[in-house]
Structures are given as structure tokens and as C-alpha cells.
T-cell receptor
């Protein structure tokens, strides 16, 4: 199993719907997670961090962490065409010590159709 | 936005030539990273730095070297560029260890012919 896994998609949702992006992880990562959004031809941009079990909401975005099942999700409510991008899940390597290294999933491409 | 500047933003060069990419930060962050991103492979760590003159290899370090003589600058060098090193290169920084996110520069698109 890869340390952090995402379905590459594309995930297609209609405008106004809830988009649900999922990420599973192994025991080899520390249980803090970061969601990045990457528009085509641009760099990854941090949009959410989640460190504890449960939900964290920020505007239209909700990150959910379920440590028992080893998955983390990003929900986007009222999806807009401007949300169309690739979403990357990332977590620190367990035992990465004084390096700050992150392991990134392959990313899920989201398409929001008007 | 984190103050990270990558230069050049685009470069085309020939096989066998040396290439140096620069990452400059104004955040005074301790940690800096170089990634390459290729279709089907996602982001892959090349080298990273945890302080001035302190660097280490990532998962795809062959053919690359780095240097960090000042907190604000992290240089990535391709000693003798090959076509397989055609990619988009991103620099990232983070402030502390202990499960902190990284923030990315705008990237350098490098083509080696």
C-alpha cells in the first residue's frame, strides 16, 4: 500500500453539488493532513490542514479525518466551475524527525460542470 | 502568500549542459525543498535542506545537486542535463518541524532537448 493514496479521477460533479474527495493512508505517515489545490499549470496551494479526528470547516470546504479507518476527506459544498482543479492530499512521514518532509498523493482531478 | 521566488520560470536547454535553478524566500523559514512534478508521478522530492549548509537527498536525487549558503537561497543544479529531467520543478518551504504544511513557489518549467 502506498503511504497516501488518492483516486486520480476525474471526479465530475454538477455546479452547486457537493464534491467529495478522498484520501487513504498507511501506518507510515503521521496523522496530520494537508489538502492542496492545484490549477492546471500552477503550483499547489494549501487550502486546508487537519490534525485531529473529526471535521474541520472553512467556508465551503470541510476536511474530515477518520483515524480508525485511516482516511481523510475533503468536501466542497456548492461546487463552482472555479473549483475545477487537481486536489492533493499530503501527510508527514512518520518519524521524519527534523526534516518536515511530506508525502503527497497522486491527486484527484475535479471537474465542476456548469 | 509566502514570499517564494523561483527563477527562471521557463528554460529550454540542450542535453549535456549544466542548469541551475534558484529558489529565493523572504520568510526566513528553515526548511526548503525541491520537487519535480511529472504526469503520472505526482510530486517527487529531489533534495531538501534543514538549515544553511544542511541538505539531504530525496527519493529522486540522482543527477541533481543542491546548495544552501544562505537561509534565503536554495539552488538546484543539474550537472549535465538529460531529456529525462524535462519537468516542472517546484520549490517549497516550511517553518517548523512537527507536522507543518509546506508552501510552494510558482515553479520552473524546464525543457531539455
Amino acid at each position: 500500500q502506498k503511504e497516501v493514496e488518492q483516486n486520480s479521477g476525474p471526479l465530475s460533479v454538477p455546479e452547486g453539488a457537493i464534491a467529495s474527495l478522498n484520501c487513504t493512508y498507511s501506518d507510515r505517515v503521521s496523522q496530520s493532513f494537508f489538502w492542496y489545490r492545484q490549477y492546471s499549470g500552477k503550483s499547489p496551494e494549501l487550502i486546508m490542514s487537519i490534525y485531529s479526528n473529526g471535521d474541520k470547516e472553512d467556508g465551503r470546504f470541510t476536511a474530515q479525518l477518520n483515524k480508525a479507518s485511516q482516511y481523510v476527506s475533503l468536501l466542497i459544498r456548492d461546487s463552482q466551475p472555479s473549483d475545477s482543479a487537481t486536489y492533493l492530499c499530503a501527510a508527514p512521514y512518520l518519524g521524519s524527525g527534523n526534516t518536515g518532509k511530506l508525502i503527497f498523493g497522486q491527486g484527484t482531478t475535479l471537474q465542476v460542470k456548469p | 502568500d509566502a514570499g517564494i521566488t523561483q527563477s527562471p520560470r521557463h528554460k529550454v536547454t540542450e542535453t549535456g549542459t549544466p542548469v541551475t535553478l534558484r529558489c529565493h524566500q523572504t520568510e526566513n523559514h528553515r526548511y526548503m525543498y525541491w520537487y519535480r512534478q511529472d504526469p503520472g508521478h505526482g510530486l517527487r522530492l529531489i533534495h531538501y535542506s534543514y538549515g544553511v549548509k544542511d541538505t539531504d537527498k530525496g527519493e529522486v536525487s540522482d543527477g541533481y545537486s543542491v546548495s544552501r549558503s544562505k537561509t534565503e537561497d536554495f539552488l538546484l543544479t543539474l550537472e549535465s542535463a538529460t531529456s529525462s529531467q524535462t519537468s516542472v520543478y517546484f520549490c517549497a518551504i516550511s517553518d517548523r518541524t512537527g507536522n507543518q504544511p509546506q508552501h510552494f513557489g510558482d515553479g520552473t518549467r524546464l525543457s531539455i532537448l
